[in-house]
């Protein structure tokens, strides 16, 4: 399972913010996030303090883990782009590099036509980063050493007890 | 699957409870949900059929605290054991790091028992996961039953590997906390192996 692991470096986070936020701008959107297909969290900007975002974000992966599972039923590799219209507020799910689910929440303020335009635009930066990110780890594991220091190298049971000490 | 992120410090994990219709995975879930600390866990989230049957997944993070300053979350699932929903089971199984997988201890389900092992062995080949090597847990459940079967004949029908075991009672709670500890020690030991 080591290979497939997300790691997540400063510098590529931070880029990854700027490139959400200015999407959110752009798009006259309420939220964006991007969440890995496992469901996990990677950055959200916007309104959020009102959301649930780790329920948001599993709640997408299953979603869109689904529609993967529709698609290849009748024959496609994927649904690229997901759009729920709701009576006030939208989501627009969409895959960014086969990777990573970028979820644009919008209302009237906003359209469908104008989110589409800015996602498309977003997803190229974002998936360039992406790129940068999976280069970066490789680069890491095929010189064996890592820039940073594992966190979890020296693990010990008693690390792990104290987890579970209520 | 674990997603590492450096710049906000943090380490999510997955952990899957899998096993036949009815065996308790959803109560697992639910006990360890109402014996949480509020400001350590998130909704429990049941995507389920009017009759509380399970059709997709449950769905709860659980914030652990810091390890070496990193902040430790598990996000647990479970999957439907209804064998019709194996698509759905599958899906889930995506990006996994632990499974716990939770026998229904009365003598009619051991049936069921052994195909839902077989599906998950399978399953997880799908995703390139090997029950050998991945993080994982048995949990005998409902042991409090008339009709249990003896354990020494669970465990040699069900044990896979060396995997560690717990007899469990899920709706009081027994053996579910060490369910989930064994769990989660042995994702952590595995990310300290990399």
Redesign the interface.
């Known amino acids: 399972?080591?290979a497939?692991?997300?790691?997540?470096?400063?510098e590529e986070?931070?880029k990854i913010k700027e490139i959400i936020s200015k999407l959110r701008v752009d798009a006259n959107a309420n939220v964006v996030f991007l969440v890995?297909?496992?469901?996990?969290q990677?950055a959200a900007t916007g309104d959020i303090e009102s959301l649930?975002t780790?329920?948001l974000a599993?709640?997408t992966a299953?979603n869109v883990?689904?529609t993967?599972?529709l698609a290849k039923l009748i024959g496609e590799r994927e649904f690229s782009v997901l759009f729920h219209e709701g009576e006030k507020d939208n989501i627009h799910i969409s895959i960014v590099g086969g990777k990573v689910i970028l979820v644009v929440i919008f209302d009237e303020r906003s359209s469908l036509g104008l989110v589409r335009l800015r996602v498309k635009r977003g997803s190229d930066d974002l998936g360039k980063v992406f790129q940068q990110i999976l280069e970066k780890t490789e680069r890491e594991r095929a010189s064996g050493k890592s820039t940073?220091e594992?966190?979890?190298?020296?693990?010990t049971?008693e690390?792990?007890d104290?987890?579970?000490k209520? | 699957?674990?997603?590492?992120?450096?710049?906000?410090?943090e380490?999510?994990c997955?952990i899957v409870y899998y096993g036949p219709g009815l065996c308790g995975k959803t109560t697992n879930l639910q006990y360890i949900y109402e014996k949480t600390?509020p400001t350590a866990k998130?909704?429990l989230?049941s995507?389920a059929t009017e009759t509380d049957r399970t059709l997709?997944?449950d769905?709860l993070?659980l914030d652990?605290?810091t390890?070496?300053?990193?902040k430790?979350r598990f996000?647990l699932y479970t999957v439907p054991g209804q064998v019709f929903y194996d698509?759905?089971r599958k899906?889930?199984l995506?990006?996994v790091?632990g499974v716990v997988y939770v026998a229904d201890s009365q003598e009619a389900r051991m049936d069921a028992n052994a195909e839902s092992l077989q599906n998950l062995v399978s399953n997880l080949q799908d995703h390139g996961?090997d029950l050998k090597t991945?993080p994982y847990v048995l949990q005998l459940n409902k042991r409090d039953l008339p009709t249990a079967v003896p354990l020494e004949e669970m465990l040699k029908t069900l044990r896979y590997k060396d995997e560690p075991y717990y007899e469990a009672v899920a709706p009081k709670g027994i053996g579910v906390?060490d369910t989930l500890?064994a769990c989660?020690?042995q994702v952590?030991?595995?990310?300290?192996k990399?």
């Open positions: 399972m080591g497939s692991d997300l790691i997540m470096y400063e986070f931070q890995d297909k496992n469901g996990q990677i649930d780790t329920s599993s709640l299953g883990a689904a993967d599972g940073f594992s966190p979890f190298a020296e693990i049971d690390d792990i104290a987890l579970f209520d | 699957m674990s997603f590492i992120n450096y710049s906000s410090r380490i999510n997955k600390n998130g909704k989230i995507l997709f997944f769905f993070p652990l605290g390890v070496r300053g990193f430790t996000h698509a759905s899906l889930i995506k990006g790091d996961f991945i906390f500890k989660a020690k952590l030991l595995e990310l300290s990399k």
